[in-house]
């Protein structure tokens, strides 16, 4: 998934692409829904900008979720991508882990205990937080985006507080294609 030429068009269009039903016709081969879940977590990336020292020029970006997460086996695809010149690493979290030094980080259903300490713990940090809306485990409290199926498709909603919160930047593009900004 590296994009060349004009990145921008092209993982737009690419996103704009997953927002359809992931099922396809009976005789088509069908994409899992963890897969397709993963290549949103991808566009987040790409159309999400950090500040300098959060995500230094050159530096890996990584995404986390702590073991368990039914995210994580798809979430492996992406290693090695590029995002923005920086080579993305797909980490497992196991405890306390630091997920502050994640740019990204996956919550599920088996978060939801830990997302009160976990909220604490990434106070002023920039990571963007996803939630799978599998168990939701964060839900609503305060997560920069979270993802969810309807009807057979995928889709998202961002929480702008969050981002605020985060020191992040969604590209418009990206907000234009959400179920909700708010």
């Known amino acids: 998934m590296r994009f060349k030429g004009a990145p921008g068009r092209a993982a737009c269009a690419l996103l704009g692409a997953l927002c359809l039903q992931w099922q396809a016709p009976a005789r088509a081969q069908a994409v899992p829904e963890y897969d397709l879940k993963a290549a949103f977590v991808f566009n987040f990336a790409v159309f999400t900008d950090w500040p300098g020292e959060a995500l230094p020029g050159g530096a890996a970006m990584t995404i986390c979720a702590y073991a368990g997460n039914k995210l994580l086996p798809a979430l492996g695809a992406l290693n090695d991508k590029l995002v923005k010149g920086h080579q993305v690493s797909v980490r497992t979290l196991g405890g306390r882990d ?13 978060d939801r205990e830990r997302w009160t300490q976990l909220r604490k713990d990434l106070a002023g940090a920039s990571v963007l937080t996803v939630a799978d809306e599998r168990g939701a485990g964060a839900g609503d409290d305060g997560v920069a985006i979270a993802l969810s199926v309807e ?8 929480d702008l507080t969050a981002l605020r919160l985060a020191r992040l930047t969604l590209s418009s593009k990206l907000l234009r294609l959400a179920r909700s900004v708010q």
């Open 151 to 158: 009807n057979r498709r995928i889709g998202f909603d961002v």
């Open 98 to 110: 630091g997920a502050r030094g994640c740019q990204i980080l996956i919550l599920d259903g088996q």
